[in-house]
């Protein structure tokens, strides 16, 4: 299988700037899409930004201007920049994959993985 592995979560002040990083690791085969979803107290899972292998990018309209999502296809790695933070982008942030990998070394299997989530907390 497929694991994804964040960092780069914390407290900041309203106004300020982190940057989320994501690691895939596993016998991987390809990676079709990265991207990140957050889930706010009381509220449901939605999508922050995504990146195709191609680089196309998809943002949510709240974070657009603010957020930027980037990927390195050679290190299977994935990256948001956050700037301009706002309260309301408390939350978990999560990490997302899809693609296939290489079950039992040799099937190309698809797969989906989440990662465990890193906590941003944008105080007012």
């Known amino acids: 299988q497929v694991q994804l592995v964040e960092s780069g979560g914390g407290l900041v002040q309203a106004g300020g700037s982190l940057r989320l990083s994501c690691a895939a690791s596993g016998s991987i085969a390809s990676i079709n899409a990265m991207g990140w979803y957050r889930q706010a107290p009381g509220k449901q899972r939605e999508l922050v930004a995504d990146i195709k292998s191609g680089g196309s990018t998809n943002y949510a309209e709240s974070v657009k201007g603010r957020f930027t999502i980037s990927r390195d296809n050679g290190k299977n790695t994935v990256s948001l920049q956050m700037n301009s933070l706002k309260p309301d982008d408390t939350g978990v942030y999560y990490c997302?994959?899809?693609?296939?990998?290489?079950?039992?070394?040799?099937?190309?299997?698809?797969?989906?993985?989440r990662g465990q989530g890193t906590q941003v907390t944008v105080s007012s």
């Open positions: 997302n994959a899809e693609g296939t990998y290489y079950r039992l070394g040799y099937y190309q299997t698809p797969f989906a993985s």
